[in-house]
């Protein structure tokens, strides 16, 4: 048949031999949201080529060259040796830039140009430089020196960054740690002056003045994960990697040099699944993203916990937020408040950037005085966001919402310049069903969901960072990652971060030098151990938890009748593919939903469907849990049945 010709089609059945039931869900789920082909949804190439496994493929050559001339400094023999080793230089100029690249390799301890060096070394690497100094109390008997470069960090607010690493970008500080090593034998040395002697805190780059063996720099990785708490991590450069680098255009440099060095000793880009997002760790949600940056986009925002709304308001907060320009963007978490409070938390802000004075009584008063600072020109553009404001929310529709109206007419008249934007859960989506022609709702629009993440983008929430950390990852594997966390990222957080920490935890189970490691392949075992520790697990199922059973009573109350189907036709052997049409869904009168018609259902089950708890299928006009491991978080079947009852009583 037609279907047969599908690609996941096949995919479905494959995983459902090997009894593979969640990997089976994932693809079925996909297929319905309207998939066909997984290599055409899901095919996605680092914008950055894989520079570490280039460095490898080429390490030998580089590692002759220079273990040949291991008595003479780089700059007495590089031009001719790099134009007869791999290279891959875009022009003439960038030729020139990789030998300069070389020629301000450091000489020698107790070298006077040493500042000098570090200084144009680290701007041929990428970073702004502004000075570098020697640390004071330099021991003369040691093999180190040390030193302080400052510089300029990656700004927050880019819409795009070139890598993912906050700690080399927009959280590297002004300041960066130089180390520079002499006569250092072994890998062991390294780490022993690096993480017990000098302990530095903050980003740090170390030059080996000498050449590591390949099987010495895996060794490096093995004995730093094993041997260390991974807190005094550093990016360790030695002459076989200074040549590679300056064998590539000067653009390049930076990514491949983290490429390059973060697998041989740590970095946790991920966060532990919840709190504020580095700007490079935000991917994907372009749609969204432009949706509420634009003046004229979007004021409303809703989705369920831990779909990345608080992540979303901030990263749009940072791109909106440039003071310089006159452009100002905030962010208030008002979880829980009214709008006496409300008004409290803003004035704070307000009031220091002397955008309005703190004698204004109500937000009507806020909101006018906000009206004249825009007209007298303190800025050019304010956008503010609202977050978590269903308490906010459910205290407006008491009157119909007219405690809005000072934030849509001031809207109004400043063209949008001064723009709100509100998120939250339910109360938010049911804004969709508000049909009165006099609300401020009707300036508001349509709100805006926030869904689980797509195929493409949760993938690369996983596989790019871990990329640099040395990390591949196979398409089965990843795609049963997606599946148990849902595409939630929260939870694609939280795996990265459990991953990660487990590797130094349990490198020997795993990965060796004498397996030529790194790189690192996720194997199936390794990604399993992961999902069963139990604080994961936990955290998964709270998690999803808090989305079923922690929101509108309405949608508490219809995945129990769900859950309550599911289990009769589990008792009576009976298989439903598709799940339920809404006039099944409510075959008791119950009290939540004893307001609505049948026809008035569908509106609320799509809210669930857009916050990632149930699936539609548009043929056959039925919905379903989107994953049955739903089931046991909402209850067991006599949980279930006790729930159902007590909102049937009184019927």
Request: charged residues 25%; aromatic residues 10%.
């Amino acid at each position: 048949t037609g279907k047969d010709q599908v690609p996941l089609i096949t995919d479905i059945r494959s995983a459902l031999l090997e009894e593979n039931f969640a990997l089976a869900e994932e693809y079925l789920i996909r297929l319905e949201e309207g998939e066909n082909c997984r290599s055409a949804q899901e095919q996605y190439s680092d914008s950055a080529p894989d520079y570490h496994q280039k460095f490898l493929e080429c390490y030998n050559a580089y590692y002759k060259e220079c273990d040949k001339n291991s008595n003479s400094h780089p700059r007495n023999w590089v031009r001719g040796a790099l134009k007869a080793l791999p290279h891959s230089w875009s022009s003439p100029n960038q030729a020139n830039s990789g030998y300069l690249l070389v020629d301000n390799w450091i000489r020698g301890k107790g070298n006077r140009t040493t500042v000098s060096l570090i200084n144009q070394l680290l701007t041929g690497l990428g970073f702004s430089v502004r000075n570098v100094q020697p640390c004071n109390g330099q021991i003369r008997n040691e093999q180190f020196e040390v030193y302080r470069a400052t510089c300029t960090p990656e700004p927050r607010g880019k819409r795009d960054y070139d890598h993912p690493i906050a700690k080399f970008g927009t959280a590297m500080g002004d300041t960066v740690n130089v180390v520079c090593l002499f006569g250092c034998k072994g890998v062991n040395t390294v780490i022993q002056i690096m993480t017990k002697k000098l302990q530095l805190s903050g980003p740090t780059i170390v030059l080996l003045e000498g050449i590591l063996s390949l099987s010495e720099r895996r060794k490096l990785a093995a004995n730093f994960k094993l041997q260390t708490s991974g807190q005094s991590s550093f990016l360790l450069i030695d002459r076989i990697l200074l040549l590679y680098l300056a064998a590539l255009d000067e653009g390049e440099r930076r990514t491949a040099l983290l490429k390059c060095t973060l697998p041989y000793t740590f970095d946790q880009p991920y966060t532990h699944g919840t709190g504020a997002v580095p700007d490079e760790m935000f991917f994907g949600r372009i749609r969204e993203r432009n949706e509420l940056c634009d003046k004229n986009g979007s004021h409303l925002v809703y989705g369920g916990r831990q779909l990345g709304k608080t992540a979303l308001l901030l990263r749009c907060r940072s791109i909106q937020h440039h003071p310089e320009d006159g452009h100002f963007a905030y962010h208030f978490d008002i979880k829980g408040k009214r709008s006496a409070q409300i008004l409290t938390d803003m004035k704070k802000k307000l009031v220091d950037q002397g955008f309005i004075s703190g004698d204004c009584a109500d937000l009507e008063e806020m909101c006018d005085q906000l009206e004249r600072s825009y007209k007298a020109r303190r800025f050019v553009q304010l956008q503010i966001f609202l977050d978590e404001v269903d308490e906010f929310f459910a205290e407006a529709k008491e009157d119909n919402y007219e405690i809005l109206r000072p934030f849509t007419n001031l809207m109004q008249d400043t063209i949008n310049q001064i723009k709100f934007v509100f998120a939250g859960l339910h109360n938010v989506a049911h804004t969709k069903t508000a049909n009165d022609d006099n609300s401020p709702l009707i300036y508001l629009g349509k709100p805006l969901c926030i869904a689980p993440l797509s195929s493409s983008d949760a993938r690369k929430l996983i596989e790019r960072p871990l990329a640099y950390l040395g990390f591949s990852i196979g398409e089965r594997e990843l795609a049963l990652i997606l599946a148990r966390t849902n595409h939630y990222p929260g939870l694609l957080h939280l795996f990265g971060y459990s991953l990660l920490q487990s590797v130094c935890s349990n490198y020997n189970e795993y990965y060796s030098p004498e397996n030529n490691n790194p790189p690192f392949q996720v194997v199936d075992a390794q990604m399993k151990a992961v999902f069963k520790k139990e604080d994961l697990e936990k955290e998964i199922n709270q998690r999803v938890d808090a989305t079923i059973n922690c929101l509108d009573p309405q949608y508490r109350i219809i995945a129990n009748l769900l859950a309550y189907l599911y289990y009769e036709d589990e008792a009576a052997g009976r298989i439903n593919l598709y799940g339920y049409k809404p006039g099944e869904i409510r075959f008791m009168n119950v009290k939540s939903l004893r307001s609505l018609d049948v026809e008035d259902l569908p509106p609320l089950l799509n809210e669930m469907v857009d916050m990632g708890i149930l699936s539609y299928n548009q043929e056959h006009g039925s919905y379903r849990l989107r994953k049955r491991n739903f089931l046991p978080v909402i209850g067991k079947p006599g949980q279930v049945e006790e729930i159902i009852l007590q909102e049937s009583e009184g019927e």
